[in-house]
C-alpha cells in the first residue's frame, strides 16, 4: 500500500526566504506526483504535476522535482511572500491506480512579513 | 465554469441522524471522487466514480456510508446514522485527465 509523507509538518520563515518542503512515499511505480496548495476553510488547488518520466517542473517561484527510484519529490519556493503561506500536500498516483490519489499529511507554511 | 460546488458549506446534526452532502461536479468532467479530511488522518479518498459508474469504494469506512451519482452533474454522499467520529470536511473533486479539481467543502459536525 502506498504510502506518502510530508516533512516538515509546520514551517515558518521570514518573507524573502527561499524554502524548500519534502515529500516522500514508499512505493516508486507511480504515474505521476502533484503538489495542492490548500488554504484554510478552502478546498485544494493543484499547483505542479509531474509524469513519472520527468525529472521536474517549474510554475513562477515554484520548482518541483522528482527522484522515482528513492521515492522522493521536493517543492522549492523562491523568494517566499505572506501570500504563500498555507498548507502544501503531495500526492502520488500509483501505477494502476486509475485516477487515484494517496495523499501526504502536508505542510504548514507561514512566511511572516 | 463556476468550479465544483458543494451544498451545504457547513453541517451540524445530532448523532443518530441522515447527513446528505451534495456536489456538482465540472460540466464535461468525467471523473468524481469524494474525500474526507480529518487532523488524524489527514486526506482520505472514500469512492472514485468514472462515467458515473462507481469504480473503488473500498476508502467507504462502513455500511452507513453511500454515495451515489445519478447522473453526470449530481453526486451525493450518504451517511445514516451519523456518528461523532464521521465529523470531519468532507471533499468533493472531479477531473478530467490528471488534474482533479476540489469543491470547497462540506464541514460536518456531529453532536
Known amino acids: 500500500k502506498q504510502e506518502v509523507t510530508q516533512i516538515p509538518a509546520a514551517l515558518s520563515v521570514p518573507e524573502g526566504e527561499n524554502l524548500v518542503l519534502n515529500c516522500s512515499f514508499t512505493d516508486s511505480a507511480i504515474y505521476n506526483l502533484q503538489w495542492f496548495r490548500q488554504d484554510p476553510g478552502k478546498g485544494l488547488t493543484s499547483l505542479l504535476l509531474?509524469?513519472?518520466?520527468?525529472r521536474e517542473q517549474t510554475s513562477g517561484r515554484l520548482n518541483a522535482s522528482l527522484d522515482k527510484s528513492s521515492g522522493r519529490s521536493t517543492l522549492y519556493i523562491a523568494a517566499s511572500q505572506p501570500g504563500d503561506s498555507a498548507t502544501y500536500l503531495c500526492?502520488?498516483?500509483?501505477?494502476?491506480?486509475?485516477?487515484?490519489?494517496?495523499f501526504g499529511g502536508g505542510t504548514r507554511l507561514m512566511v511572516k512579513p | 465554469d463556476a468550479g465544483v460546488i458543494q451544498s451545504p458549506r457547513h453541517e451540524v446534526t445530532e448523532m443518530g441522524q441522515e447527513v446528505t452532502l451534495r456536489c456538482k461536479p465540472i460540466?464535461?468532467?468525467?471523473?468524481l471522487f469524494w474525500y474526507r479530511q480529518t487532523m488524524m488522518r489527514g486526506l482520505e479518498l472514500l469512492i472514485y466514480?468514472?462515467?458515473?459508474?462507481?469504480?473503488?469504494d473500498s476508502g467507504m469506512p462502513e455500511d452507513r456510508f453511500s454515495a451515489k451519482m445519478p447522473n453526470a452533474s449530481f453526486s451525493t454522499l450518504k451517511i445514516q446514522p451519523s456518528e461523532p467520529r464521521d465529523s470531519a470536511v468532507y471533499f468533493c473533486?472531479?477531473?478530467?485527465?490528471?488534474?482533479?479539481?476540489f469543491g470547497a467543502g462540506t464541514r460536518l459536525s456531529v453532536l
Open positions: 509531474i509524469q513519472s518520466s520527468q
Open positions: 466514480f468514472n462515467n458515473n459508474v462507481p469504480i473503488d
Open positions: 500526492a502520488v498516483e500509483s501505477n494502476n491506480a486509475g485516477n487515484m490519489l494517496t
Open positions: 473533486a472531479s477531473s478530467w485527465g490528471n488534474i482533479q479539481y
Open positions: 460540466s464535461g468532467h468525467n471523473s
